[in-house]
Nanobody
Framework: QVQLVESGGGLVQPGGSLRLSCAASGFTVSFNFYLMRWYRQAPGKERELVAT???????NVADSGKGRFTISRDNGKNTVYLQMNSLKPEGTAVYYC?????????WGQGTQVTASS
């Protein structure tokens, strides 16, 4: 079955950097065709979209991360990344990877990111 496994979360001081990874497996359709997204959910808040990357590599980052976050993908490794620089305390959340194709959407289990001194 489809699995999305996030890694790379942790505790970082405000202003620091983290690189999240999401390794995908079990797709019956090539990973290349999936739209990949990163979401996050802070305690007591709704899940919000952080960044999107299409099958052709076209990327978009939400306003909350513009200029600081970069999403990328390596189709040969079935992996999507989220590079986060200049992290702010309000970026503390569980970060989730998601894969979308037509009406299908798959989710990972999430990885905790905490920006705190």
């Amino acid at each position: 079955q489809v699995q999305l496994v996030e890694s790379g979360g942790g505790l970082v001081q405000p202003g620091g950097s983290l690189r999240l990874s999401c390794a995908a497996s079990g797709f019956t359709v090539s990973f290349n065709f999936y739209l990949m997204r990163w979401y996050r959910q802070a305690p007591g808040k709704e899940r919000e979209l952080v960044a999107t990357i299409g099958s052709g590599g076209n990327a978009n980052v939400a306003d909350s991360g513009k200029g600081r976050f970069t999403i990328s993908r390596d189709n040969g490794k079935n992996t999507v990344y989220l590079q986060m620089n200049s992290l702010k305390p309000e970026g503390t959340a569980v970060y989730y990877c998601s894969a979308l194709l037509a009406s299908l959407q798959y989710w990972g289990q999430g990885t905790q990111v905490t920006a705190s001194s």
